[in-house]
């Protein structure tokens, strides 16, 4: 862990991230002080007070005798390729430019290596992004995918629609699936959206599928709500 940041921030940015990625839920208990302690080699000490920074925020809430639960998420909803928020003709905007955040590789993971059919270590690319409307934030992009796609990914690809550059590597996407959850953004994320701490947003999950039904590509968008709702309300007339 970094020494420029105290450690209970440290471990609470860490859970937090473990909620925006869902690996806990809305309604979930999160585990408890000692096995987080285990997990990220600290005290229980360091836990406890990063668990009350989360808790000072509304992520997290203490119910007594039986843990400390994930409070953050105030709605979710599913939607189908029909009914994307978030689909290839939004990118496709005119209104809409894009700035680059950076382009990585980063190991999978279990949750994402489960996803992409993947062992943990597997590189995936992982590329973020900020669509601006008119000098406004309107959406935070991270895209993972795995490395094997398009092994010369670039900075210079990512301003390449996403579909039309899996289609240039023939990787045909098929399907499309949107998971919409309610939650509160802090620090750097916040700031880029141009939102207070502790506004609320969209935290809107992204699959595409190929044909063959493996996972092409998990998106995840950050967005103010009212921001996205009055663009969508002006759709370009092509």
Do not use: C
């Not at 909803?77 to 939004?90: K, N, P, T, W």
């Not at 900020?130 to 990512?158: H, K, N, R, T």
């Not at 809107?204 to 998990?218: A, I, K, P, T």
Request: proline share 5%; hydrophobic share 40%.
């Amino acid at each position: 862990m970094s020494n420029f940041v105290p450690l209970y921030r440290q471990v609470s940015q860490r859970i937090f991230r473990k909620i925006e990625q869902g690996v806990y839920k809305f309604g979930d208990r999160i585990p408890s002080e000692k096995e987080l302690a285990d997990h990220y080699g600290v005290n229980r000490l360091t836990v406890r007070r990063a668990i009350g920074l989360l808790a000072e925020r509304g992520v997290l809430k203490s119910r007594q005798g039986k843990g400390v639960f994930v409070t953050n998420t105030f709605y979710e909803a599913r939607l189908g390729s029909g009914s994307a928020l978030f689909d290839e003709a939004f990118f496709q905007d005119p209104r809409l430019s894009q700035r680059s955040l950076f382009t990585t590789r980063t190991q999978a993971g279990r949750a994402l290596g489960d996803l992409f059919q993947l062992p943990p270590n597997a590189e995936l690319w992982l590329a973020g992004r900020q669509w601006v409307a008119e000098d406004m934030a309107v959406a935070l992009e991270y895209s993972y995918f795995p490395l094997e796609w398009i092994p010369d990914f670039s900075a210079g690809l990512q301003k390449i629609p996403w579909e039309t550059l899996f289609r240039q590597r023939r990787l045909l996407p098929e399907r499309l699936e949107e998971t919409i959850r309610g939650v509160r953004l802090w620090g750097e994320e916040a700031r880029l959206l141009q939102m207070r701490d502790g506004s609320a947003a969209f935290a809107v999950h992204q699959l595409v599928w190929m044909r063959d039904r493996r996972l092409l590509r998990f998106t995840k968008l950050l967005a103010e709500p009212q921001k996205i709702t009055h663009y969508l309300k002006e759709p370009v007339l092509r």
